[in-house]
């Protein structure tokens, strides 16, 4: 399982803990192991420079996903599919939040790569429903990961 992981902020990430979280989640999730995804920790102004482009809102946000080839979770590959898409992390705005949720940063970025990794796959959290889904699946992943690790 191609994970691609590149920092651009002064932040240091935990690189080997986040490409592992992201390998777990993937097999949790029944992507085919030859799926690619991408992480990208940016600054904030880059993030904010993404949100408005992509999203056309104002100011940086904690995550950003870009699927690509729209895979789904226990669906093999077609012809011509291979990447799952990009998950973008702002760290500095992770840490605000983790304050605010009184954990750790990392524990954040973990809980934010996740909900990138679920968007990838179609998850949304619009209607309540989808929501209690997709949060419960995130909880559901990192603890997991956290008691096999």
């Given at each position: 399982m191609p994970i691609l992981?590149?920092?651009?902020?002064?932040?240091?990430?935990?690189?080997?803990?986040?490409?592992?979280?992201?390998?777990?989640?993937?097999?949790?999730?029944?992507?085919?192991?030859?799926?690619?995804?991408?992480?990208?920790?940016?600054?904030?102004?880059?993030?904010?420079?993404?949100?408005?482009?992509?999203?056309?809102?104002?100011?940086?946000?904690?995550?950003?996903?870009?699927?690509?080839?729209?895979?789904?979770?226990?669906?093999?590959?077609?012809?011509?599919?291979?990447?799952?898409?990009?998950?973008?992390?702002?760290?500095?705005?992770?840490?605000?939040?983790?304050?605010?949720?009184?954990?750790?940063?990392?524990?954040?970025?973990?809980?934010?790569?996740?909900?990138?990794?679920?968007?990838l796959m179609g998850f949304?959290?619009?209607?309540?429903?989808?929501?209690?889904?997709m949060f419960t699946l995130?909880?559901?992943?990192?603890?997991?990961?956290?008691?096999?690790?």
């Open positions: 992981f590149e920092n651009e902020t002064e932040f240091e990430c935990p690189e080997s803990e986040l490409l592992s979280l992201a390998a777990y989640a993937l097999t949790f999730m029944k992507i085919d192991d030859r799926a690619e995804l991408s992480i990208l920790a940016v600054n904030e102004d880059e993030m904010e420079r993404l949100h408005m482009e992509w999203m056309d809102e104002e100011g940086p946000t904690d995550v950003l996903s870009f699927p690509i080839d729209q895979l789904r979770p226990g669906q093999p590959l077609a012809e011509g599919e291979g990447t799952l898409g990009d998950v973008v992390l702002c760290p500095a705005v992770a840490q605000r939040q983790a304050e605010v949720a009184a954990h750790g940063t990392i524990d954040e970025l973990q809980i934010l790569l996740v909900h990138g990794i679920l968007h949304d959290h619009a209607e309540k429903t989808e929501e209690i889904e995130q909880t559901q992943i990192i603890s997991e990961w956290k008691r096999a690790r």
